[in-house]
């Protein structure tokens, strides 16, 4: 009786630990979708007049309405900027920005990033290494950037170093790290993505991608380092 009663037990705790692999990952995707959607609706709804706020005749609140029209605003101030009337808007709006202290430090720092993060053509945080971190022997995954360029670039030329920027995230949390920059051949490169490499640092290094061998070639990162 002993023995039935732990196997049925056995089985019900392997029932609920396959169910929650199951339910845990679609549960977390939809909060998190559902935390952005109504985060951005909370930004955008506020400053829509109610005429057109699909809220004010409706007796529940429509999920994704600010979110849909942050999507059409954007596109349309890409296409307005896109001709030369709206490249003329723009520039005159980043002029009043400019001469404003704290703001343009702020808001050029923030358009330098986007800038480089969407890129069509860069190739910044689509390829993962190993660095020796945080002492010789111990190896830690890094997002590879980009060469380093600019004023540290030309001091390590001057001492003959080849750098490369690295991001180096923690686990589990890879929103947060460290800049280093680290010298090209102490780099290992993998074949893995960059997404798969982001799997395994949340999950701790339980989840290990397959390994699909590349053909072998030299550590390349953008273009070619600029003074």
């Known amino acids: 009786m002993t023995t039935k009663k732990s196997f049925i037990a056995t089985r019900l705790r392997n029932y609920f630990l396959t169910g929650l692999i199951i339910c845990a990952p679609i549960a977390i995707t939809a909060w998190l979708v559902r935390s952005f959607i109504e985060w951005a609706d909370g930004w955008v709804k506020p400053y829509l007049p109610n005429f057109y706020n699909p809220d004010t005749y ?51 720092s923030t358009k330098q990033i986007f800038q480089t993060v969407l890129q069509e053509q860069s190739s910044s945080f689509k390829k993962a290494g190993l660095i020796e971190y945080p002492s010789p022997g111990l190896w830690a995954l890094v997002f590879i950037a980009t060469d380093v360029k600019g004023e540290i670039a030309a001091k390590f030329d001057d001492r003959g170093m080849d750098m490369v920027t690295v991001f180096l995230p923690p686990t589990p949390i890879p929103t947060a790290g460290f800049l280093l920059f680290v010298p090209r051949d102490k780099i290992i490169p993998l074949d893995m993505s960059a997404e798969d490499a982001a799997k395994l640092l949340i999950s701790g290094g339980l989840v290990t991608p397959d390994h699909k061998p590349l053909a072998n070639a030299p550590l390349k990162i953008g273009q070619q380092k600029t003074a």
């Open 58 to 108: 409706s007796p529940v609140a429509i999920p994704g309405f600010g979110l849909l029209v942050a999507i059409v605003v954007i596109t349309l101030v890409g296409f307005l900027t896109a001709n030369l009337v709206g490249r003329s808007i723009v520039n005159f709006g980043e002029s009043l920005v400019n001469r404003t202290p704290l703001v343009r430090t702020i808001y050029k």
